[in-house]
């Protein structure tokens, strides 16, 4: 398998605040690409990573070693901006001795993909900017307005007047409806098709011109490097990348992260009976058929401590609520948080109780 995510597809510092995680409480979370479950460690959780693609662990593992042994500086060129010429040395010389052989052995044959460009390598990331590069060309001013307005309203000014009708017009959304040109962004065929019915397409100009209303593109890591050109400031990126939390990793006398291969409700049922403070199960459900989400969502609820949270999203709302039907209680904060997810891709995202 190849690595799919090289940054974290959901807001992580969003993650962080709704779990609000406490020193010593267990999590687990998907690992993708490690960005959610490297801040909820940093802050001090005993975070189990599970993921079935043995590539995100290996990036994940990478990331917890480099944040051992490097300077946030480099660690925002490697991870964030997603290339730096100097990784294959710096890695031989400070990083590889932190991880296993086996992680070792892989980072070997490819530590080269963060010198040349980690995020357009491959996986969900090239298309976006693909994406940013064709609307720069189409629109020129583009990066220009990003980079220059001290406001929303300015840039939402600019959004609606030149560049939503470029990218949401009437023949894009019959695109995205009738052909598999969104597949480069939803890996899983089962997504893919759910995001095609429905006018998922629709919702998600909506999200992302409420976005755009309110957030500085300049300060948003996920649209400012494709429809600017830049990477994210540092501060603005991911949250584990924050020196308060790189420092945090690189103090604990040993790792509080286990990386787990493995199908997500298997992990789970594996787990001691009421023994995690919080689980993210990100947006596993779009990829998932209704009795496999039951199934996740009654794992779910066996895991999580009295009083826990589960955070999940979901790319197309399902009409059914599985894990209120597995006996959870969704939070009425779970109203507002489609619209606070800074990416804008999620039609829901809930934070539930035990």
Known sequence: MAITFTRA?????????????????????????????????????????????????????LKLAAAR??????????????RDASAPAVYRERVRALLSAEDAAFWDAHIGIVARGLHGHGGVGRPFLWLGRAVRVVRPRLAGVIERSEDPATQAAFWRRRVRPVIFGRLSHWVAASTSVLAPMAPNPDELERMR?????????ARVDAVVASTLVRRHPWWRPAFSGRPADPGDGAAWLDPARVAALAAAPS??????????AAVLRAQPQASLAAISVSNVPDWLDRASTAALAAAVRDALAPGGRVLVRRVVADVTDAFEAAGLTRDPVSDGLASRDRTALYERVDLYRA
């Open 255 to 264: 790792p509080r992260l286990e990386l787990v291969h493995g199908d997500l």
């Open 9 to 61: 597809w959901e807001d992580d510092r969003l993650d962080a605040e709704l779990l609000a995680v406490a020193p010593g409480s267990r999590v687990l979370v998907v690992a993708a690409a490690g960005d959610a479950a490297l801040a909820l460690a940093a802050d001090g959780a005993d975070v189990v990573a599970v993921d079935l693609n043995p590539e995100q662990l290996r990036l994940t593992a």
């Open 69 to 82: 042994a490097l300077d946030p500086d480099t660690l925002h060129r490697w991870f964030e901006v997603g």
């Open 197 to 205: 019915r429905g006018g998922w397409s629709h919702g998600l100009e």
